[in-house]
């Protein structure tokens, strides 16, 4: 089946702007997860939804990040008044949802966002 | 606070030799779970390989082996006879249970180039 896909795959925004970027779960799955990977660092946890709620967002560096997933499936990632230091890839992962071990996490292939 | 250490960050073999990636982890938790995740040029982090904190048997998968020591709080990671196709770069990753779902810490990762 089809597996975690996001979109853009790549996005270049002046510093100020809005920014939107999308995640598709795999079919089924609860959880949805954002992370932020910046160059030679490893992914970084920022939100985390189960259904359309926000259960975890407390990785999210400042309010100009935002996450929703009105249906509980699709979900947006915003951000606000763009800095050069969001310039990361950001990764989505989905999962069965839950504590259970065997819900491992599947990610898509990132969105490249770069800030100049 | 959970924390994951990969002192490794590159490693170039010749192909066909064993090569071993280094993990450290730290948690405070007596129930967790360890991973091993790849990340091919193309952006897309793959799972491989995942540990309960119970089980500290070691297996060997394909040419994929490791190696959990609780005592020494070490997950090493070995590919057999590397190939070129396994050019990447690997994160270990650390998960907890945190309000119901399972919070993932990677660690910086290893960057391991296989020449042929």
């Known amino acids: 089946g089809a597996g975690v896909s996001q979109t853009p795959s790549n996005k270049v925004t002046e510093k100020g702007k809005y920014v939107e970027l999308r995640c598709d779960p795999i079919s089924g799955h609860t959880a949805l997860y954002w992370y932020r990977q910046s160059l030679g660092q490893g992914p970084e946890f920022l939100i985390y939804f189960q259904g359309t709620g926000a259960a975890d967002d407390s990785g999210l560096p400042n309010d100009r990040f935002f996450a929703v997933r009105p249906e509980g499936s699709v979900s947006t990632l915003k951000i606000q008044r763009t800095e050069r230091g969001d310039s990361a890839v950001y990764l989505c992962?989905?999962?069965?949802?839950?504590?259970?071990?065997?819900?491992?996490?599947?990610f898509g292939p990132g969105t490249r966002l770069t800030v100049t | 606070a959970q924390k994951v250490t990969q002192a490794q960050t590159e490693i170039s073999v010749v192909e066909k030799e064993d090569v071993t990636l280094d993990c450290v982890y730290e948690?405070?938790?007596?129930?967790?779970?360890l991973f091993w995740y790849k990340q091919p040029p193309s952006g897309e982090l793959v799972f491989l390989i995942r540990?309960?904190?119970?089980?500290?048997q070691n297996e060997i998968s394909g040419r994929y082996s490791w190696n959990f020591q609780k005592s020494t709080s070490s997950f090493n990671f070995t590919i057999t006879a590397s190939q070129v196709v396994d050019s990447a770069v690997y994160f270990c990753a650390l998960s907890e249970r945190a309000g119901g779902y399972q919070k993932v810490t990677f660690g910086t990762g290893t960057k391991l180039q296989v020449i042929p």
């Open positions: 992962a989905s999962s069965q949802g839950g504590a259970a071990p065997t819900y491992e996490q599947y």
């Open positions: 540990r309960n904190s119970f089980d500290e």
């Open positions: 948690t405070r938790d007596t129930t967790y779970y």
